[in-house]
């Protein structure tokens, strides 16, 4: 507890710097929360922060801090928040330094968050939200608040078809959190292939704050809490009723990858709702969601972090891998 109010303290000081024109504001990742392997103090903490007009909040920074940003700041805010609209909508500013820590932090607007929580438009910060994030500033919109919620929602529907007819919680907790680390190519070289669940193991009391309400009240399934473990109904009807909650994006993935031929996505649901390779195909289509706003994302951050802060972010992965056993000694 001391911790979590030493971190709100320090978060809402480093807040401070920026605009507050902000509709709501969170920092996640390995600088906030452990992840079991990871003993590096230091680590960068990412933000987040949700703004209604992001190219006033963007003028606005600029003015404040231009250091934080690459050489695009030239361009101007208008042009910057064409930049950010590109890939998954969000613009990171990398290795600043700010209240004496590292940090990275994002800017993405209202508009784009609550789309992509709804519909899973790209994956990337609606995956970042499946998983404990700190909450510095809440938001006051019932919009965004109610896309948050469905969301979570939409992660535990996609994770039930994945899981057999009875599973643990942390088996649940690590297909909730590796939904938006399939598909994505830094897994591949930069992370370690452990991650997911070095980030579950660290933060099962998290997870299960996030999640215990939805599992009290899903239908089709039944929890456990004493013995930590959930039975589920896998028979045709309630694995339609799983995919018929799935965000409109991921069915239409799902519908692809099926072969369909019609446009009628509810019959082709109906009918690999009946087949043995559903289960492959939500893992496929979230796979193909992530892959796409993963490398766009990546190559977007070449330019808005510029070529020396990237040079520089890259080594320290590599410093991190070699740390943690990941590249050859």
């Not at 019609?262 to 195909?281: M, P, S, Y």
């Amino acid at each position: 507890m001391a911790a979590r109010k030493t971190n709100s303290f320090l978060f809402n000081r480093i807040l401070s710097n920026f605009p507050k024109d902000m509709t709501m504001a969170f920092a996640y990742g390995s600088g906030v929360f452990k992840q079991i392997g990871n003993k590096d103090k230091n680590n960068m903490i990412d933000f987040v922060f949700v703004v209604d007009k992001p190219k006033h909040w963007h003028r606005m920074n600029l003015q404040r801090n231009p250091d934080h940003y690459s050489a695009l700041r030239h361009l101007g805010a208008e042009r910057i928040v064409k930049i950010q609209e590109t890939g998954a909508g969000v613009y990171y500013n990398t290795l600043v330094r700010c209240e004496d820590k590292l940090i990275k932090y994002g800017v993405v607007s209202q508009s784009t968050l609550s789309h992509d929580l709804v519909h899973w438009d790209t994956l990337y910060l609606s995956g970042r939200l499946h998983k404990p994030v700190h909450i510095i500033k809440r938001s006051s919109s019932d919009r965004l608040y109610n896309a948050i919620r469905r969301n979570l929602q939409s992660a535990l529907y996609a994770s039930l078809l994945q899981l057999p007819e009875s599973f643990t919680e942390e088996e649940l907790f690590n297909k909730i959190a590796g939904l938006s680390y399939g598909g994505d190519f830094r897994m591949i070289f930069g992370e370690d292939k452990n991650k997911v669940g070095n980030i579950v193991q660290a933060n099962l009391d998290g997870f299960r704050t996030y999640y215990q309400d939805m599992l009290d009240t899903t239908e089709h399934i039944y929890w456990i809490p004493l013995t930590r473990t959930i039975e589920q109904d896998r028979s045709p009807a309630c694995m339609y009723s799983h995919l018929n909650c799935l965000p409109r994006n991921l069915q239409l993935h799902i519908a692809r990858l099926a072969g369909s031929a019609t446009h009628d996505v509810g019959e082709v649901l109906t009918r690999i709702a009946r087949e043995k390779q559903c289960t492959d195909f939500v893992a496929r289509a979230a796979r193909n969601i992530v892959q796409r706003s993963s490398i766009t994302q990546s190559v977007k951050g070449i330019l808005t972090a510029g070529l020396a802060k990237t040079t520089k972010y890259s080594l320290q992965k590599l410093r991190k891998m070699w740390r943690g056993g990941l590249l050859p000694r």
